[in-house]
């Protein structure tokens, strides 16, 4: 069985650019969620989606968006980067989404605003 | 609200001695707590989690964790460090409901494994 796939893997933008990450979940899952880790700030959650629709969502401001699709493939959006945006973004999935659920992470794609 | 508090920033041992990597965390109701661990160029992985059925809790690769209500306490340890052991270790908690895995993390532990 697959596991959780970001694409791509690295990405290199500019300040003012937009860019969208992608996710695929593991098979059979409908929860997706997404996180940034960055060394200042650590891990911090962005949002969750589950059968297309946003059930949580941190606090990013609303350059940040996402969304998720009826195959539960899921994409986030960063509109106007700015230089702080540079962060390691993880997307996790899982069957249902519920509290105590294990989640599987994808390796992650590294985003570098110059 | 919950949070977690990851005591060490950096923890080393030597192959083969004991490893202690502490969490403490706050949390108005019985929490979900979770260790999780990224090796370098890896994403995240499950090592074990408690959701009040015991209070030790036997993960993966040996690693096990105590959950301490009296101290708000969620310690891992592991008889015997490997060389492979050495990645950064996340204590995670999550909200009580609704949480939907909003998973709350500490700022991690890396752990060094030396020969």
């Known amino acids: 069985k697959a596991g959780v796939t970001q694409t791509p893997r690295y990405l290199i933008k500019t300040r003012g650019q937009q860019v969208t990450l992608s996710c695929s979940p593991i098979s059979g899952h409908r929860s997706v969620s997404w996180y940034q880790q960055t060394p200042g700030q650590g891990l911090q959650f962005l949002f969750e989606?589950?059968?297309?629709?946003?059930?949580n969502k941190g606090n990013f401001p609303g350059r940040f968006s996402g969304r998720q699709f009826s195959n539960s493939r899921s994409e986030m959006n960063v509109s106007t980067l700015e230089l702080g945006d540079s962060a390691l973004y993880l997307c996790a999935s899982s069957p249902a989404g519920a509290t105590n659920e294990k989640l599987f992470f994808g390796s992650g794609t590294q985003l570098s605003v110059l | 609200a919950q949070s977690v508090t990851q005591l060490d920033s950096h923890v080393s041992v030597s192959e083969g001695t004991p490893v202690l990597l502490r969490c403490n965390y706050s949390s108005s109701y019985s929490p979900s707590l979770f260790w999780y661990v990224q090796h370098p160029n890896k994403g995240l992985q499950l090592l074990l989690k408690?959701?009040?059925?015991?209070?030790l809790v036997k993960g993966i690769n040996g690693f096990e964790a105590e959950f301490k209500k009296s101290e708000t306490s969620f310690h891992l340890t592991k008889p015997s460090a490997h060389m492979s052991d050495a990645a950064e270790y996340f204590c995670v908690v999550t909200p009580f409901s609704g949480g939907y895995n909003k998973l709350i993390f500490g700022a991690g532990t890396r752990l060094a494994v030396h020969p």
């Open positions: 989606y589950f059968s297309e629709t946003q059930r």
């Open positions: 408690y959701t009040s059925a015991a209070t």
